[in-house]
């Protein structure tokens, strides 16, 4: 499919700066099939969902990814996209025809790694010198890595080490939070469970290449970065049963959907899952593992675009976000929420 059938009009001060306070008071547009769009709250999820559903969060761990530094009296930034082993991360370079293979990048707090090998991609492996665990390394030289559209509008603070973390997170290896989970607060899910919703989790990595725009101008010659997930047996089982009862499973956030897709067969069968994954969906996908999408609001001609057209239908999710624009919801990773339930 063509890419610009996915684009559309964002005025930009429709993008959030800042989460809201508290994270559930955020709005929450609410598309079920043909119905009419609903303005809702965050607050609101319990009573549009029925006791014995489930929803699926991403337990990942945002990182300080972001780094800033010198190869030579060049200056440099690097953005930390997949982890390769104990050392080694693969990372998108910021001015990277002045790093070569080979060549030591110097970054804060006097933390250095090699550039060992140029990928056809144009990022780089780089390898950690050192004693200290890579974590150790990143926690003194990095800071929290922001999408652009937020950092290329104010600098990074500390709030931001609170803000862009979600309350599942609990397993390092991110760096882009799984935002639709952001708006979820001890009140939200106590809420939850007083309806009798269900929760499970699994694990996928973000990487950076969630920020990065499709350049094609075809889908079919766009090709997505691996990323790594894990989805235990017994959380499949669950989630099997759930379904098998004639209850929905809900991903909240398109990481959590991509993952529990590429680990279900075309039996609907979700199986345990360890491993990358580069899954694409775009419309005419057939969906297997999933009954809803709880995500916020997304760029245009992204891919997460075309995932969230996939679901609920192209035109539906023009009209959505048309909705959504006129409305003044809040946009992007630190904006408002919506459900999309087919």
Not at 79 to 102: E, M, P, S
Not at 132 to 156: D, F, N, Q, S, W
Not at 170 to 184: I, N, Q, S, W
């Amino acid at each position: 499919m063509r890419v610009d059938l996915f684009d559309f009009e964002l005025p930009k001060e429709r993008i959030a700066l800042r989460p809201a306070r508290p994270r559930d008071a955020a709005r929450m547009l609410v598309v079920r099939g043909a119905k009419p769009f609903a303005d809702r709250t965050v607050l609101d999820l319990p009573s549009m969902l029925d006791p014995g559903d489930v929803l699926v969060f991403n337990d990942t761990r945002v990182i300080p990814a972001q780094l800033e530094g010198r190869r030579g009296e060049a200056k440099i930034g690097a953005t930390l996209h997949k982890r390769v082993d104990l050392r080694r991360w693969q990372a998108f370079i910021r001015n990277a025809k002045r790093l070569r293979v080979g060549e030591i990048a110097t970054f804060g707090g006097g933390v250095t790694a090699l550039a060992e090998e140029r990928l056809a991609d144009g990022s780089f492996i780089l390898f950690f010198e050192g004693d200290e665990p890579v974590e150790v390394l990143l926690e003194r030289a990095g800071t929290m890595p922001l999408p652009p559209y937020i950092a290329g509008k104010r600098a990074t603070d500390a709030q931001d080490r609170e803000d862009y973390q979600t309350m599942f997170a609990k397993e390092d290896g991110a760096v882009a939070a799984p935002t639709a989970a952001l708006h979820f607060t001890d009140r939200l899910m106590g809420a939850l469970a007083e309806r009798g919703i269900g929760t499970e989790t699994l694990t996928l990595h973000v990487g950076a290449g969630t920020f990065l725009p499709v350049k094609a101008d075809d889908t079919e010659d766009h090709q997505m970065h691996a990323e790594w997930g894990r989805i235990e047996q017994d959380t499949a089982d669950r989630l099997n049963a759930a379904r098998a009862r004639g209850n929905r499973v809900i991903a909240v956030g398109t990481t959590s959907l991509r993952l529990l897709e590429s680990a279900t067969g075309e039996d609907k069968v979700i199986r345990p899952f360890a491993g990358d994954t580069d899954i694409f969906i775009t419309p005419g996908y057939s969906f297997r593992a999933i009954d809803g999408l709880m995500t916020n609001f997304h760029l245009p001609k992204s891919t997460l675009f075309m995932l969230v057209s996939a679901l609920m239908g192209r035109e539906r999710m023009q009209a959505a976000y048309a909705h959504a624009i006129a409305s003044e919801y809040r946009f992007y990773s630190y904006g408002d929420s919506s459900l999309l339930l087919p």
